[in-house]
């Protein structure tokens, strides 16, 4: 048996264990593994001096960025937030053992569905040290056995946290197993075979990344390839507004997956808007990139080709269209956006109408800044990821991302032919004042 | 272009528009297609005469069995009832445009998670004339567009209802094209390449089949390759009760999904409750096949083997096995069960939870037929589909299987830099008791 494959058993028979772990040792475990990170900082300082070592060799051979290198490193402020965060999570409500349907099926048979952890997850993601204890805590919270993988530049960083968050657990109560991680893409490869051991895949990183997992296992995949997300300024929009939505989606973080790439604007305020909003961007550095009719008003700029409309700066670039009408606007976001995250700055109650209604995107905003679509902001708690699918969950999704149902049904030897024929008992389908969790 | 990309191109288009489609118009279309059901009757039924005359040739060549000829053949009753179901459908509640989240993030910042359609559905289904009209009614209730897919022997029905319905609710304001059918396994196969088109698959079929579209996709499939329903004797088990489930639950109907195929007896109660429930089986045609230990109490059955564990008989047969205690039961069922439904009988609350909180399927029972999951049972209205997967929706699934959410942000041109520094605004976070529906 392959070593990946040796673990997923193992997480698989953990998680069918940790399901039935009550709320309370779930809980003292994640607090124990809070209090161990602090204890341990000096050693987690010390794995992550290697990776930053090892990082800056590569940074200097411009392999990667500098703000790659920011990331990976670790201080001990850094460290106490990570131990923050992992505190936090022992602290959130619990999402499983919810009942959210009971119905009296018939007299002394009653159905409950219930909240439960979906099984083993399994999380691939970047070169960040901070990934690892949040994803983990996550699962564990939700009773979710896991899988991981990190970026092999935070490797020694990941195994410190690894060992002491399994270490933790494992002496708190936690079922032998329920953490796993693999290293190297070979493992991955022989990961994303697993799919009767693994229910769910949270994979981050690029676009690229992305695609190559949902093109290469039956697993389904939570999360998305990337944000192509829009602001449209109608002609009815308050022109402030568009000028700090329309700044605020682009520069204050534009290497994220919520900030814009796209202006959309309304011919009739196009003459007005764009001078000004052009005069901020050029001033923050912003490369703009516009259709025919743009440069007609910002003859200076860059001209947009369709290779535009489809592309995910992650930097300090925009394309800019001017448009003839909502409808347009909607056109042209549900054939070139990427499901995420669009916004139209308007007065308008029926334009506004048209354009939430009629994006097709998991957040479509008003008046908002898209920068504004995040598990925390939205009062998720916590963030598993953003879906940019439709099925489970959309979104940014908090920890009902890694909760599913089960449904139980109570008899006294109920027999479904006793329902069938012309003597056939009806069933009363009254709901049920009931909790499971009562029973 | 080829065919079935431009008829799924269609119905992406139809699908952004059917989303905004008024529930009053759904459903008054709804009622028109149940009207013009029992109207062209004549025609269904002579399209329908066409079908069993060509199955009759093929069960004489013994190529389909007479339960599907049966299934196939369609009469003044049976139209009724489809054109009842297809009413019954309309007078449901809607499932779109509910509010689930609402939220203050800050003062004029509103957040709404709304329930809305997933797009465009998949349905490929096996020849039986009932499934058309209804997984397209449910389609249309939830708004979303469809592309349909039936078994080659009921074609003539199928082109009869996709006529009639298409034509209807086109003529009732739902958008051209929101409905499509496709025949042949070529186009199938092209179908399931087109995962920027189709949200979801609802397959229906042999284990092979849904096996196979499983393999060959991308898209999410919604479903269950097989039904292995196990029944458990516990030691503490009511004998009446335990004759009862296990009876129904093999004989009631065999041929369907949540039958059951296991009998797990515990050895304290195997001696007394085995000879009784073998005569009864004996009497209804029941082939058993035992393990050593079964065998010793029940010598005359046959023996069965590891692949019997793995099987789903969908007839008359049934393996059965002594276990030792309830945990070898769970462990049974967890290792050889599909995950669809499993029940315990026995008097003793500890042991049930054990068994109710250890079995990893999607209904797990106490004291009752596992025959009894069933959407129209566990009073969801309608079922979609049983689904074995944890992602998305797991068990019966009603019309929530075809809905997902999506998320409005609605503010006053709020830009997160006001949230980021020294001086960052505050989240409020607070529950918002409005709805979006009176926006």
């Known amino acids: 048996m392959s070593k990946v494959l040796a673990k997923a058993r193992e997480a698989r028979e953990a998680s069918l264990k940790l399901a039935n772990v009550p709320e309370k040792t779930r809980n003292s475990a994640l607090a124990q593994v809070a209090i161990s990170i602090v204890k341990n900082k000096g050693k987690i300082l010390e794995a992550n001096a290697k990776d930053v070592q090892a990082a800056e060799l590569l940074h200097k051979q411009k ?243 369709e290779a535009d409309w489809k592309t995910e700066y992650l930097d300090l670039i925009i394309s800019i269209k001017i448009v003839g009408s909502v409808d347009e606007a909607v056109d042209h976001v549900n054939k070139y956006g990427s499901k995420h995250t669009d916004s139209i700055i308007t007065n308008d109650r029926k334009t506004a109408m048209r354009f939430l209604t009629g994006v097709d995107s998991s957040s479509v905003m008003l008046n908002a800044s898209t920068r504004f679509s995040d598990g925390y902001r939205y009062g998720l708690g916590a963030e598993v990821g953003i879906s940019t699918g439709k099925i489970h969950a959309r979104g940014p999704v908090g920890l009902e991302g890694l909760t599913t149902t089960k449904y139980y049904v109570i008899g006294k030897g109920h027999k479904v032919a006793d329902y069938i024929g012309p003597k056939a008992k009806m069933f009363t389908h009254k709901p049920l004042h009931k909790k499971w969790s009562e029973k």
């Open 63 to 305: 392999k990667i960025s500098w703000s790659f290198l920011q990331r990976l490193k670790l201080n001990e402020d850094k460290v106490g937030n990570i131990s923050r965060m992992v505190g936090s999570v022992a602290k959130m409500e619990d999402s499983i053992g919810k009942t959210v349907y009971a119905l009296q099926m018939n007299d002394g048979l009653e159905l409950y569905k219930v909240t439960c952890p979906i099984g083993v997850i399994g999380s691939v993601f970047e070169a960040r040290p901070d990934v690892l204890p949040q994803v983990s805590s996550l699962c564990l919270k939700s009773a979710n056995a896991i899988i991981l993988k990190g970026g092999s530049e935070a490797k020694n960083t990941n195994r410190a946290f690894y060992g002491l968050i399994r270490r933790e657990t494992e002496n708190a109560g936690i079922p032998n197993g329920w953490i796993q991680m693999i290293e190297g893409r070979e493992e991955v490869k022989e990961l994303l075979k697993l799919s009767d051991k693994i229910d769910l895949l949270l994979p981050r990183g690029s676009k690229e990344f992305i695609t190559y997992i949902q093109e290469n296992t039956r697993i389904p995949v939570l999360g998305h390839a990337e944000g192509i997300c829009h602001v449209y300024v109608d002609a009815h929009a308050d022109l402030k507004q568009a000028i700090d939505v329309s700044y605020d989606a682009k520069v204050q973080y534009p290497a994220v997956c919520n900030a814009a790439e796209t202006l959309l604007v309304h011919s009739n305020i196009a003459a007005e808007f764009l001078p000004k909003i052009a005069e901020m961007y050029r001033k923050a550095g912003v490369e703009m990139r516009g259709d025919e009719k743009t440069m007609k008003i910002l003859p200076w700029i860059k001209r947009a080709t």
